[in-house]
């Protein structure tokens, strides 16, 4: 247990360098909201959970009555989910609905420990294309996500846990950041 928990904090301690990107995505996220646009989340698994997470945050309280912010995760509408997958491939459940959703102005956060989800990748090209901005929160080195986004916050871990583990940490202070008056 106890390395486990020594290594949690390693990781976390590495993800300081990343505060500047931190900071510059929450305030892109701020800045489309005050314009009246959106943030959008797509992610696979774990971080489908974190995209849910977060984006509920964001509608919701997080921390205090704050007001409630336009935030959709493209990750709950099993419907379209599955109508996509089976008609058009796994590939574009997310691009899809980046094509119904997402409007210039917009930003997209795309979540992938690996920076390599196909259907992520497709949904920040799509998304930038449209004119959103893009976010990758990635691990691993950062992937061909990384590449792509225009801001990139990548954790310094190869394991799925530790990464996932400073997404939700990174996702709430993005959350506290927006949120604040």
Request: hydrophobic share 40%.
């Amino acid at each position: 247990m106890e390395d486990t928990i020594e290594e949690h904090i390693s990781v976390i301690e590495r993800t300081k360098k990343e505060d500047r990107k931190i900071s510059a995505a929450a305030e892109r996220i701020r800045e489309a909201i005050t314009n009246g646009r959106k943030v959008v989340w797509a992610g696979n698994g774990g971080s489908a959970a974190d995209c849910q997470h977060l984006s509920a945050e964001i509608v919701g309280r997080f921390q205090d009555n704050s007001d409630a912010l336009p935030s959709i995760a493209l990750t709950t509408d099993t419907s379209a989910l599955t109508a996509v997958a089976n008609d058009f491939g796994y590939e574009e459940v997310f691009a899809r609905q980046v094509c119904a959703l997402v409007e210039e102005g917009d930003v997209l956060v795309g979540i992938s420990t690996s920076g390599e989800s196909e259907n992520v990748i497709r949904a920040a090209k799509k998304a930038s294309s449209i004119g959103a901005t893009t976010v990758a929160m990635t691990g691993k080195g950062g992937g061909a996500l990384s590449d792509i986004a225009d801001i990139s916050i990548n954790v310094e871990s190869e394991k799925t846990t530790r990464i996932q583990e400073a997404h939700i940490m990174i996702g709430h202070i993005l959350c506290r950041k927006i949120k604040q008056k």
